[in-house]
Every structure is written in C-alpha cells, then in structure tokens.
C-alpha cells in the first residue's frame, strides 16, 4: 500500500509540475517574442517612413543602414528583392552573400513577415530578425532586415525550461521524500494495527497499539484497542462461566454424595440383625435427617435454576412492602412459634411507591428471616426495619443469633457453603444466600452483611425503588 500511494504521489506531483513548468515557460517566451517584434516592427515602420520620405533622392544604402542602425541600436541590412544583401550595418562582407534560402525572407517575400531567429554566418552568432519588403515605387522595391543578437535575456527564456526542469526534478526529490516519511508515518500505526489484529485473531487479546496521533488513524486505533479489551472481557467472562459451571456441577455431585453415603451407611446398619432399639433409633434419626437435608438442597437448587432462568422476565409492579413483609412472617409463623422467637416490624417511613418483581422480593425477604430464625437462640428478637429514600429502599433484617465469625463473611453467599457444616442446628443446603445475593443484584441491588459471633447478625438488602 505504502509503495501504491508514493507512486500516485510522485506520478501526480510530476505531472502537474511538468504542466504547470511549460505552461510558464511557453507563456513567457511567446509574451518575450511578441514584445520584441512589435519592437522591431516599430523600428522597421520608422525606417520605411524616412526612405519613403526620401525616395526621389539617390539611396545611400550603406550611410541608410549605419544611421537607422545607430538610432534604432539594432542591426539593420537592406537586401534586394532576390535576396542579395545591398548593405548591412555590423558587417559589409555579407554584400555578395545569397540570402533567398532564408525563410524569414521569403515570408517577406510573400508579405508574411514575423519575427525569426537565424544563425548568421558571416558575425557566427544567432540573431532575432525581422525582414519586411518595402515597395519604393512601381519598379523598386527592398527588404529590410531589422535585427539583434540573442542576447542573455533571451537566452535566460531558452534556457529557462531546462532551469525549470532542474528545479522541477530538484524540488521532486525533497517531495519524494518528504511523501516518503509522510505516508511511512501514515502506514506505520495501520502496519502495527494489521500485525496486532492476527493476533487478537489468533486469541491473543493482551495487545493493545499505542495511539500516537489524533487524527482518524489515532481514533482509530483507540477503537481497536477498546475493542481488543471488550473481547477479552467478554472471553473471560466466557471462560468464568464455564469455570463457574464446572465447580458448580462438580460442587452439587459433592455435595448430594455426603448425605447419600451417610444414608446408605446407616441402612448398612440397619440391615444388622442384632440391633438394640437406641442404635436402631440413632440410625433411623440420621436417615430422616440428612433426607430432609437432601430435599431442601434439591428444592434450593429447583428455585436456584427457576431464578437464573428468570434473570429476563422480571414481573415489575407496583409493591405493598408493608403487605409483603406480613405475608412473608405468616408463611414462617409455624417456625417462628416453635423457637418462641419475637419479631419486631419498624417502618422508618413509607412515603414511596417501589416499583420491583414481588416473587423475588418474598423469595429475598423469605431466605433471609428463615435464616434469622433458623440461627437464632430459642427465646431470641429478629428485627425487619424498612428505610427509604427517594430512590431507594433499605430492608434490614437483623437477629440476636449466633452470629458469623468475621472471617467467614465474605463466604456466606458462596454456594454450598456453611460455616459450620458440623453444626447440628441446621439441615441447610448453603445455597440460600447464593440465590438470595443473585436475585438481589438481578433487581439492580446490593447485599451487606454484618455479624458479631454470638450476638446475632445483620442482613442489609438494598435496591431501587424503581427498576425499570
Ligand atoms: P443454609 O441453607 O446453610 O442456611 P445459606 O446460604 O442460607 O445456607 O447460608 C450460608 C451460611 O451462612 C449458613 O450455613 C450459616 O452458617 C450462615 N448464616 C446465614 N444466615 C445466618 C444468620 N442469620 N446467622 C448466622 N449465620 C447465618
């Protein structure tokens, strides 16, 4: 490409120099030539004048020629009509000399005078001429020649075109490279654009060109760049999900075999014979135990796979927070009868509607106070305070339970995970929190928690109040 444009460069570059060159050249030299011969015409009409004034005198053609030679500074000669010089006022030897091979002679001959250059042998110079024939009466008539030597004005104009052509290949060189540099500085970044795009073709996305103009090629290249960074975003991403898929399918076959081997081990059990009613008993406990445990995890996982298929399908209507929150307690009350809890419902203010899906809010709000019930001590308070600004809504639902230790925090809404799995307190599945935190950033929001280890926790669910 680069070789393609220098060459249309440079092709352009000579011929508009060449043009404009002869069109200077050629206007010039025929501006010269014509003021030169309305000179010399001027001179010749002065002396026709003075002869035709004189014409019943006897000529003295060599006198005539010194005098006119003198007042018009030119060289002037007289010729016979066949073509034989008469006199001359620079050299009289030429007198003998035949002249009717001259063209400018015969053209005066004809009466086409105009202006002529000629080499003249007899001076062994070049002369600019000018040859008209004068009728003096019916039987004479005389040619005469007005001329000069070319001198350096006119031989400045001959010359001029090969001073043009120098200049021209001259001025061509530094074009040719100065157009050199300037399209090696136009091609160079689209050069290193070409050679990091195969490689970004080729997956290799950690190369980004350096952008050293601001012009279009400079624009872009940025465009590139983000480009080349929007791919290798979205191929992380990519590679995320599927590392994401993968743990999540190898995490669920862990976690569905723990419960499973404990069930068969204790129907091992069972199987023997000899059993007193205590190991019996014991062994029955742990089956139903971990089957319920199973059921849960397989109903965690239903709802986690109904939410991701949601993710699009939000149903957005206009929400009764105050309603939802006693809905939600109702569902729970049976568990919250039996751990004698008390649960305690502020509102700070309610002066916005809150436009949002309300299954997911339940399904929030449901996860959240069963773990508050779940974690709690018999006896023990759960709080759900509602706050509001303008644009958004705060739900906190806080319990006197036993509490996160601080370094576990930030693992909770991992799936599967539980921060004591040993803890005989709970058959949970450690995949509440996970679609919990899901569904809370589907609907634009955040989760925050906070835990002091036997005091109780802290749940904080943040979102818009109108995510549309
Ligand atoms: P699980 O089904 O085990 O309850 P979650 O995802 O709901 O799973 O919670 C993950 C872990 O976080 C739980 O196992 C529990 O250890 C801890 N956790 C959740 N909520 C509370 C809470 N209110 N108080 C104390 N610990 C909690």
């Known amino acids: 490409m680069r070789r393609k444009i220098l060459l249309n460069y440079i ?37 026709e004048s003075s002869i035709l004034e004189n014409k019943d005198s006897t000529f003295n053609f060599f006198r005539m020629a010194q005098v006119f030679s003198d007042l018009t500074s030119s060289r002037v000669t007289f010729i016979s009509s066949e073509g034989y010089p008469v006199a001359d006022s620079d050299n009289n030897s030429i007198i ?47 040619i005469i020649r007005i001329g000069e030597t070319i001198d350096s004005t006119d031989r400045l104009i001959d010359n001029f075109l090969l001073y043009l052509m120098t200049a021209i290949l ?14 090696e500085n136009l091609v160079r970044p689209l050069r290193k654009l070409t050679m990091t795009s195969k490689l970004v073709a080729a997956g290799d996305f950690s190369q980004l060109v350096d952008i050293d103009s601001d012009d279009e090629i400079g624009e872009l290249t940025a465009s590139f760049n983000t480009m080349t960074q929007e791919l290798n975003n979205y191929v992380s991403s990519i590679n ?51 089957s319920i445990r199973l059921r849960e ?38 568990k919250i009868i039996e751990k004698e809890i008390t649960v305690h419902v502020k509102y700070e203010s309610m002066e916005y509607s809150v436009k949002s899906d309300e299954g997911l ?32 809504i705060r739900i906190i639902v806080k319990d006197t339970g036993v509490g996160i230790p601080e370094d576990k925090l930030d693992k909770v809404f991992e799936r599967f995970y539980r921060v004591d799995s040993s803890r ?25 928690v906070e835990s002091s280890q036997g005091k109780g926790t802290v749940f904080s669910v943040i979102f818009p109040k109108d995510y549309s």
Do not use: C
């Not at 590392?243 to 068969?264: C, G, Q, W, Y």
């Not at 709690?376 to 303008?390: A, H, L, P, R, Y």
């Open 361 to 392: 809010i339940k399904l929030i709000l449901i996860n959240l106070i069963e773990n508050s019930i779940k974690y709690n001590f018999t006896n023990g308070q759960i709080w759900v305070i509602v706050q509001e600004d303008n644009k958004s």
């Open 11 to 47: 092709l352009i570059l000579i011929i508009s120099s060449f043009l404009t060159g002869y069109i200077a050249y050629y206007t010039i030299k025929v501006n010269h030539l014509q003021s030169k011969e309305e000179k010399y015409v001027s001179n010749l009409k002065l002396i």
């Open 240 to 290: 995320e999900v599927e590392r994401m898929r993968k743990d999540f399918v190898a995490n669920i076959s862990h976690e569905l075999r723990t419960p499973l081997t404990s069930i068969l081990g204790f129907v091992e059990t069972l199987r023997l014979e000899y059993l007193d009613y205590d190991t019996k008993n014991k062994s029955l406990n742990i089956i139903e135990t971990e």
């Open 170 to 183: 001259a001025s061509l060189l530094i074009a040719s490279i100065l157009s050199f540099i300037t399209v």
């Open 424 to 448: 005989s307190i709970t058959n949970g599945s450690g995949l509440g929190l996970a679609i919990t935190k899901h569904v809370v950033s589907g609907l634009g929001g955040t989760i925050e």
């Open 96 to 142: 003998f000399d035949d002249m009717s091979s001259s063209q400018g002679i015969e053209n005066a001959l004809k009466g086409e005078s105009k202006i002529y250059n000629e080499f003249s042998r007899e001076m062994g110079k070049n002369y600019y001429y000018y040859s008209s024939l004068l009728r003096i009466n019916d039987s004479n008539s005389i």
């Open 297 to 334: 995890m397989i109903n965690k996982l239903l709802i986690l796979s109904k939410v991701e298929s949601m993710r699009d399908e939000k149903v957005l209507s206009e929400l009764d927070i105050k309603k939802i929150i006693s809905e939600v307690l109702d569902v729970l009350s049976q």
